[in-house]
């Protein structure tokens, strides 16, 4: 073994490696993410769980002409090691370096670009069809989790490829959770399977005695489909629903032994139509911290190795107001439920679920459905919030529209991680909500400045009846928990300044007084407005001798507020819009990428000053 995996030739050197190199391997390979991930912090129990089946993946598969896409794509560290990039570790997430997502510009071996959850075995019927319309020779291979497959669109892809009949090898990493517990029956039905080596057995073994009957036999065994189905109902409640929906169903195995997951590849490689393997993992194998708190080390910032402890640990968050907020709410008002899309704990409802389990529903990773089954509650008098991300809501943008806004139903929309993100990049910043929701009749837009808005807005927010969003960024919040902030929808005004006014986002505020600042040492005088209504706009604010406006805003620029606000004001005053750039922002440090798109204070002072001096 060589003591430096940057020293290896992956994923060729896999294929000549004995059984005993390559289980030494997976050990290196553990030890290898535990160092590197203590330092940059990204998404370790998951990968720590799929080290035995990636190894299997790329000494079985033929990769890139074989393709492998994995579902979200945070599982993809080992995958990543395996080709190649292992001396790339050092930069994971950091800004200019390496993704912590397959990201088909980085790697000939990234088949497709993931981030978010079910979209794998869609992507891979695609790229099957294609196969076989150009009459192509490889595989396509899909891993997709347990978490992922309470997605709606991996059932819908499932129908298709079973339908199809088109050669696609579906792995399921089953390591019985998402990020959260996972939710529903079909959580409940892979239970099933995982226990049940008794239908395995009985399977195989029924198959190979019926195969040896004189004469008969090999007839018989062709025709078993329909003792299959006796077998599946007799020893399994509910049958195996991957069958009836076209597939050949393999496993379940486990997938942590390397010789195990071996078998059943070459299994399935026999086999013509579809294939769904069943494997089962352990999450946070090897790191003993990890096994014990998987959930915390999903996605985790730099921490001690030796006793697991973060090293920058969370302050006060946006995230933690909500939550602590939404109970007190609830305290006082039992209408008042919680909805989650398998993000509970991220998203702060963990207090709230916990005091209040009958009001709580995480639907799983079911967005969609999550809107509509608020507007379903919001409809017989109850009084929901919708925690999700901002990235992730784009899924349910249709039953925004439809389910709930045309209906102008009470439900309240708590957009986590709104804004830049940082690390986690193109796929999870939250930089296009304002654009895509601002457009949709009957919603209010909220945006806090700190966490003390926050409390304000959400006491608000249930106070209407018609829906209101209200957007917050990831990360810490200032907070001071004694004192009692009240909230009226409008906007304010922080500073008068007879040269310009800056319209300050939500979060953005403190970027904008950090430009006053500056901005009054070079003599021109600014003025500061703290907008925390989005929409409707709050046009009072605006000052009697004002002639210029400059609006900053953590979101794309194309369709943000500044242009909606553009619209409104008199002829006279000129606005100029500071937002994100109509591109999708790569990922890096959230205060390096500020400073790379001029977003940071010390930019916008800088941006405003050219403006005056005619620079810009």
Same mark, same amino acid.
Request: net charge negative; proline share 3%.
């Given at each position: 073994?060589?003591?430096?995996?940057?020293?290896?030739?992956?994923?060729?050197?896999?294929?000549?490696?004995?059984?005993?190199?390559?289980?030494?391997?997976?050990?290196?390979?553990?030890?290898?993410?535990?160092?590197?991930?203590?330092?940059?912090?990204?998404? *370790?129990?998951?990968?720590?769980?799929?080290?035995?089946?990636?190894?299997?993946? /790329?000494?079985? %598969?033929?990769?890139?002409?074989?393709?492998?896409?994995?579902?979200?794509? /945070?599982?993809?560290?080992? /995958?990543?090691?395996?080709?190649?990039?292992?001396?790339?570790?050092?930069? *994971?997430?950091?800004?200019?370096?390496?993704?912590?997502?397959?990201?088909?510009?980085?790697?000939?071996?990234?088949?497709?670009?993931?981030?978010?959850?079910?979209?794998?075995?869609?992507?891979? #019927?695609?790229?099957?069809?294609?196969?076989?319309?150009?009459?192509?020779?490889?595989?396509?291979?899909?891993?997709?989790?347990?978490?992922?497959?309470?997605? &709606?669109?991996? %059932?819908?892809?499932?129908?298709?490829?079973?339908?199809?009949?088109?050669?696609?090898?579906?792995?399921?990493?089953?390591?019985?959770?998402?990020?959260?517990?996972?939710?529903?029956?079909?959580?409940?039905?892979? !239970?099933?399977?995982?226990?049940?080596?008794?239908?395995?057995?009985?399977?195989?073994? @029924?198959?190979?005695?019926?195969?040896?009957?004189?004469?008969?036999?090999?007839?018989?065994?062709?025709?078993?489909?329909?003792?299959?189905?006796?077998?599946?109902?007799?020893?399994?409640?509910?049958?195996?629903?991957?069958?009836?929906?076209?597939?050949?169903? +393999?496993?379940?195995?486990?997938?942590?032994?390397?010789?195990?997951?071996?078998? @059943?590849?070459?299994?399935?490689?026999?086999?013509?139509?579809?294939?769904?393997?069943?494997?089962?993992?352990?999450?946070?194998? !090897?790191?003993?911290?990890?096994?014990?708190?998987?959930?915390?080390?999903?996605?985790?910032?730099?921490?001690?190795?030796?006793?697991?402890?973060?090293?920058?640990?969370?302050?006060?968050?946006?995230?933690?107001?909500?939550?602590?907020?939404?109970?007190?709410?609830?305290?006082?008002?039992?209408?008042?439920?919680?909805?989650? #899309?398998?993000?509970?704990?991220?998203?702060?409802?963990?207090?709230?679920?916990?005091?209040?389990?009958?009001?709580?529903?995480?639907?799983?990773?079911?967005?969609?459905? #999550?809107?509509?089954?608020?507007?379903?509650?919001?409809?017989?008098?109850?009084?929901?919030?919708?925690?999700?991300?901002?990235?992730?809501?784009?899924?349910?943008?249709?039953?925004?529209?439809?389910?709930?806004?045309?209906?102008?139903?009470?439900?309240?929309?708590?957009?986590?991680?709104?804004?830049?993100?940082?690390?986690?990049?193109?796929?999870? /910043?939250? +930089?296009?909500?304002?654009?895509?929701?601002?457009?949709?009749?009957?919603?209010?837009?909220?945006?806090?400045?700190?966490?003390?808005?926050?409390?304000?807005?959400?006491?608000?927010?249930?106070?209407?009846?018609?829906?209101?969003?209200?957007?917050?960024?990831?990360?810490?919040?200032? %907070?001071?928990?004694?004192?009692?902030?009240?909230?009226?929808?409008?906007?304010?005004?922080?500073?008068?300044?007879?040269?310009?006014?800056?319209?300050?986002?939500?979060?953005?505020?403190?970027?904008?007084?950090?430009?006053?600042?500056?901005?009054?040492?070079?003599?021109?005088?600014?003025?500061?407005?703290?907008?925390?209504?989005?929409?409707?706009?709050?046009?009072?604010?605006?000052?009697?001798?004002?002639?210029?406006?400059?609006?900053?805003?953590?979101?794309?620029?194309?369709?943000?507020?500044?242009?909606?606000?553009?619209?409104?004001?008199? #002829?006279?005053?000129?606005?100029?819009?500071? &937002?994100?750039?109509?591109?999708?922002?790569?990922?890096?440090?959230?205060?390096?990428?500020?400073?790379? %798109?001029?977003?940071?204070?010390?930019?916008?002072?800088?941006?405003?000053?050219?403006?005056?001096?005619?620079?810009?």
């Amino acid at each position: 073994m060589k003591r430096n995996l940057a020293e290896y030739n992956f994923p060729e050197d896999l294929k000549n490696m004995s059984g005993e190199e390559l289980e030494l391997l997976s050990y290196a390979i553990r030890d290898f993410l535990v160092d590197k991930i203590s330092l940059t912090g990204g998404h *370790l129990a998951s990968n720590l769980g799929v080290v035995e089946l990636t190894i299997a993946l /790329h000494r079985f %598969y033929d990769c890139p002409k074989d393709k492998i896409i994995w579902d979200v794509g /945070h599982q993809s560290y080992v /995958h990543k090691i395996l080709t190649g990039r292992a001396n790339r570790f050092d930069t *994971l997430r950091q800004t200019g370096g390496m993704s912590g997502f397959p990201k088909s510009g980085e790697s000939e071996y990234d088949a497709y670009d993931t981030g978010h959850s079910s979209t794998s075995l869609s992507a891979a #019927a695609g790229m099957a069809a294609a196969r076989d319309i150009k009459n192509e020779d490889y595989n396509v291979v899909a891993v997709i989790g347990d978490g992922s497959l309470t997605g &709606g669109m991996a %059932y819908e892809a499932l129908n298709n490829i079973g339908a199809s009949k088109s050669k696609v090898i579906v792995i399921l990493n089953d390591n019985g959770m998402s990020i959260s517990r996972n939710i529903g029956g079909i959580s409940k039905h892979l !239970g099933k399977l995982r226990t049940s080596n008794k239908y395995l057995d009985a399977k195989k073994n @029924i198959k190979e005695n019926i195969s040896r009957i004189p004469a008969v036999g090999e007839g018989l065994a062709k025709g078993l489909s329909g003792a299959k189905d006796w077998l599946k109902y007799a020893l399994l409640s509910g049958g195996v629903m991957f069958e009836e929906l076209g597939f050949t169903y +393999l496993g379940p195995i486990d997938g942590n032994d390397i010789p195990s997951v071996l078998g @059943i590849l070459e299994q399935a490689q026999n086999v013509r139509g579809p294939v769904f393997i069943h494997v089962m993992t352990k999450k946070g194998k !090897g790191y003993r911290n990890a096994e014990l708190n998987p959930n915390k080390y999903h996605g985790i910032g730099p921490f001690d190795p030796e006793t697991g402890a973060e090293k920058f640990p969370a302050g006060v968050t946006s995230s933690k107001v909500m939550g602590e907020t939404l109970v007190k709410l609830a305290d006082d008002d039992d209408r008042i439920v919680a909805i989650t #899309a398998a993000m509970g704990t991220a998203t702060g409802l963990a207090e709230f679920a916990e005091k209040y389990p009958k009001r709580y529903f995480d639907v799983g990773i079911a967005e969609a459905h #999550a809107v509509t089954f608020a507007a379903g509650l919001a409809k017989s008098d109850m009084k929901p919030l919708v925690a999700i991300y901002s990235s992730f809501l784009q899924r349910a943008y249709d039953q925004i529209v439809e389910d709930v806004c045309l209906q102008n139903l009470p439900v309240v929309f708590a957009i986590d991680r709104a804004g830049l993100v940082g690390a986690d990049g193109e796929t999870h /910043h939250g +930089l296009l909500d304002i654009s895509y929701l601002s457009s949709i009749p009957n919603l209010t837009i909220l945006s806090p400045s700190d966490g003390n808005d926050l409390k304000a807005m959400l006491s608000y927010a249930f106070s209407l009846n018609s829906p209101v969003a209200i957007r917050y960024p990831r990360g810490n919040c200032d %907070y001071d928990e004694n004192r009692e902030e009240t909230f009226n929808g409008r906007n304010v005004r922080l500073s008068s300044g007879k040269d310009v006014d800056i319209w300050a986002v939500g979060s953005m505020l403190k970027r904008a007084e950090k430009a006053k600042e500056l901005l009054e040492l070079r003599g021109i005088h600014a003025g500061v407005v703290s907008v925390r209504t989005i929409k409707p706009i709050d046009m009072s604010v605006i000052s009697s001798n004002c002639r210029n406006i400059v609006t900053i805003e953590d979101g794309t620029a194309l369709g943000g507020f500044g242009e909606k606000l553009s619209a409104l004001v008199p #002829a006279s005053i000129k606005v100029t819009n500071f &937002g994100w750039p109509d591109k999708f922002i790569e990922h890096g440090s959230c205060d390096d990428l500020y400073k790379l %798109y001029k977003l940071d204070g010390e930019s916008i002072a800088e941006r405003i000053s050219d403006r005056f001096e005619g620079k810009a």
